[in-house]
């Protein structure tokens, strides 16, 4: 019997049909190869980006191991101001953000999942640095960190990267997320991803790894097979905040959860997306907007494998259908390791 299932945060109704049956190897796709063409990320074509932002040397005068720089094509342009306007029943403003690269390597054949956790922790302490520079434009309300891998999932190019896009409105998922945390804390004085995390470390069925840091779970209600959430065990609502030992802790567990899902599912596509706390500056008229967000948001990560298309149903009602119990998926995720140790 398939089951509906509804994600406490967001809100959000699934149809877990697993009927289907299907396992990792039924979901037809191409793996993600990476080519061997030079490209504009590539050390020695940096004149064909814009100029860097941000980079981080061993040294001055050294190379760049993680280099920023602005998106060529951005989504939203950096200059300008917001000019809300109300056209009849429309609301318009410019499009002002920030559409920034994060290239992740200078080695254009490097994978996330091979990294050395060194080269990974330079990767999440240049978000760190990047995100809170963005928080002191006041026109920005939010950062969102994404990583799209493999043409599927939207990657142009196959040089390691990351994106970061901050924009002038709050997403409406990331303020249905914010707000639920908000009421839970508002009703309980305990943050709801706090209490989720500890409810999937006793449950256990759906936990895919935990270390001293951080805990990787098959979300209750996934939408989309394989899908992954990573929190931080420490409460804390911002990932600038997250100390050195967190962001070592962090790059293994990445390497760790990217490594079961390349080979669980020969290497699919995916986006992961980090989801950290908004610019909490005090809003007019609203001065304790973000009076508990301390308290009441937990930073996380989100990992979709890009194997399921989505249909009428899904793009008609909001409501997914997935194929593949959270419970099973954590089930492949947890012997993939098992094997790749073995052999
Ligand atoms: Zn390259
Ligand atoms: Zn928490």
Known sequence: MPQLRKDPIVDRWVIIATERGRRPSDFAHDPVR????????????????????FAVRDGDGAPWSVRVVPNKFPALEIEGGLDREGVGMFDQMNGVGAHEVVIESPDHQAELCEMPAEQIVKVLTTFQHRVEDLRGDPRFRHTVIFRNYGS?????????????IALPIMPQLVRAKLQAAREHYAHKERCIFCDLIKQELDFGDRLVAATDYFVTVSPFASRFPFELAVYPRRHCHDIVLATEEETWALAHTLIDILGRMKSTLDNPAYNMIIQTSPSIRPRPGRPDYWGTIEMDYHWHIEIFP?????????????????PVAPEEATQHLRNSRRQAVAS
């Open 306 to 322: 890009r194997l399921t298309k989505m249909a009428g149903f899904e793009w008609g009602t909001g409501f997914y259908i997935n």
């Open 34 to 53: 990476v080519d061997d063409r030079s490209c504009p990320f590539c050390p020695g074509n940096e004149h064909m980006t814009p100029d860097e932002v």
């Open 152 to 164: 599927v999932a939207g990657a142009s190019l196959s040089h390691p990267h990351s994106q970061l």
